[in-house]
Nanobody, 118 residues
């Protein structure tokens, strides 16, 4: 089992910055990547970014000039730095971790609300 705890969400003005954190614990050996999805009101969940075990980040094209994905291996924590935020970034952001053994398991955090005001 893997446990994920997100933090860092909140209210921010358009143009500002926010950093989300996701701390992982438990059985991490077989985790291949950790990342973020978001879900805006009335919309489907959307993948945003991930970082793999080689510390290679991948970010959604539409936000890659504003969002930075990183990892602190010593703390088993990943970060999503959100810069120049826009009202349309308002969503619940969910951290996930993908485990590959003889099967693929995906673990989810509880979500953290990000609200961008105009």
């Amino acid at each position: 089992q893997v446990q994920l705890v997100e933090s860092g969400g909140g209210l921010v003005q358009a143009g500002g910055s926010l950093r989300l954190s996701c701390a992982a614990s438990g059985r991490l050996f077989n985790i291949v990547d950790v990342g973020w999805y978001r879900q805006a009101p009335g919309k489907q969940r959307e993948w945003v970014a991930l970082i793999n075990r080689d510390d290679k980040p991948t970010v959604l094209d539409s936000v890659k000039d504003r969002f930075i994905m990183s990892r602190d291996g010593a703390k088993n924590t990943v970060y999503l730095e959100m810069n120049s935020v826009k009202v349309e970034d308002t969503a619940i952001y969910y951290c996930y971790a993908r485990e590959v053994t003889t099967q693929i398991n995906t673990y989810w955090g509880q979500g953290t609300q990000v609200t961008v005001s105009s």
